[in-house]
């Protein structure tokens, strides 16, 4: 298990900040979850969201309270099933048990996901039904890393969820303003605001994204300043926060696990921790998203499957030439192109190794079926 993804102990209480409602609605129990659920409610279940996961167990959020719940046997070990912090389930609750029971997982309507940071092509679930995500970087003390922002919108956008980019710390650099420019050269398409949690800076703007029964969710590197902006918003110091190194701006891992706080007033935030891997998964649409430029310029190349390497008549390349698109943008949506590509490659491999174990399985299911018919 990977730093970024440890879990916490389990908390004997709810989680910390504005008391989490017991009305479902401003949970984000909608119209469309309701539906989803109107045929498990004759079976008794009850619908509820995940607030947090600890060592398996998610933490759930009902009109009767938390309650600590595990999966039931049919959901364990399903990749479809994931349960993640975000997700909407349905719960029972036996006579007896110490425990309730997640019977099922609702249709998701937004996901963010990544290949998980080991060297298996497998997918990882971050979190679900979220309406915002806010991409935070610093601007101190180099200001935004352009590659790393473009990557993370990548997979804001492939989430289904909003992309809001969030730059802080302005109050420790000479030209905050100009940091900003730059990351708009790549942050496009989205809103980009910057925020200060020691001066206010921003704060009204970001009240715009929140309110009863919204969820915005917090991604970026370790350091950049996420949960001190989450306190601020919840009005208490439900996170731990650390200082970052000067010489490189980065920070160890305070946020332990994903977790949900209320706002007071209406708003669900969930703080993540810190992610150094941000592996690409089947993230087609959302690299279309995040490159309008160079997908509106591909339109112009000779070739449809121009690869924009070295066909002729390539629009993209020439437009790298003329210095109306940089270099550099296209080298990063080329290179996050060759990553999704080998991502298929080892899904594919992965495939082919699950079929030949199965097959494997099947024979000696065989050759046992009728060692058990000559005795």
């Not at 999966?71 to 479809?80: F, I, P, Q, S, T």
């Not at 592996?279 to 112009?300: C, K, Q, R, T």
Request: aromatic fraction near 6%; include cysteine.
């Amino acid at each position: 298990m990977s730093t970024d993804d440890h879990n916490a102990a389990v908390p004997d209480a709810a989680p910390q900040g504005a008391a989490p409602p017991r009305d479902l609605p401003a949970l984000g129990f909608t119209e469309r979850f309701e539906a989803l659920f109107a045929p498990l409610a004759p079976g008794g279940l009850i619908p509820g969201r995940v607030s947090r996961i600890d060592r398996g167990q998610p933490l759930v959020l009902t009109a009767d309270g938390p309650l600590r719940a595990e999966l039931a046997a049919h959901l364990r070990g399903v990749a479809d099933a994931a349960i993640a912090v975000g997700d909407w389930v349905a719960l029972a609750r036996p006579e007896g048990h110490d425990l309730a029971i997640v019977e099922a997982v609702l249709p998701r309507t937004s996901v963010f996901t990544r290949k998980d940071p080991g060297d298996h092509a497998v997918e990882q679930v971050v979190v679900a039904n979220v309406d915002t995500v806010f991409v935070v970087q610093s601007l101190a003390p180099r200001g935004p890393n352009l590659a790393r922002l473009e990557r993370e919108l990548v997979l804001a956008w492939e989430s289904g969820a909003q992309p809001v980019v969030l730059l802080t710390k302005p109050d420790l650099v000479d030209d905050p303003e100009a940091l900003r420019a730059e990351a708009a050269t790549v942050a496009l398409g989205v809103d980009l605001h910057v925020v200060c949690p020691i001066t206010g800076e921003g704060f009204d703007i970001l009240a715009g994204y929140l309110g009863p029964g919204r969820t915005v969710a917090f991604f970026g590197a370790s350091g950049v300043g996420k949960s001190t902006i989450v306190n601020r918003l919840v009005g208490t110091d439900v996170q731990e926060t650390a200082e970052v190194r000067d010489a490189d701006g980065k920070g160890r891992h305070t946020t332990v696990a994903r977790e949900m706080f209320f706002i007071p007033g209406g708003g669900i935030v969930i703080d993540t921790p810190g992610m150094r891997a941000l592996a690409l998964w089947n993230a087609e649409e959302g690299i279309a998203s995040a490159f309008p430029d160079v997908e509106e310029l591909a339109g112009g190349c000779r070739f449809a499957d121009c690869a924009h390497t070295v066909e002729p008549g390539c629009a993209v390349r020439e437009a790298v030439e003329a210095g109306t698109l940089p270099a550099r943008r296209l080298e990063s949506y080329l290179a996050l192109r060759e990553e999704l590509e080998r991502l298929a490659v080892k899904q594919d491999a992965r495939a082919r190794a699950d079929k030949h174990r199965s097959d494997k399985a099947f024979g000696r299911q065989v050759k046992n079926f009728y060692k058990q018919r000559e005795r």
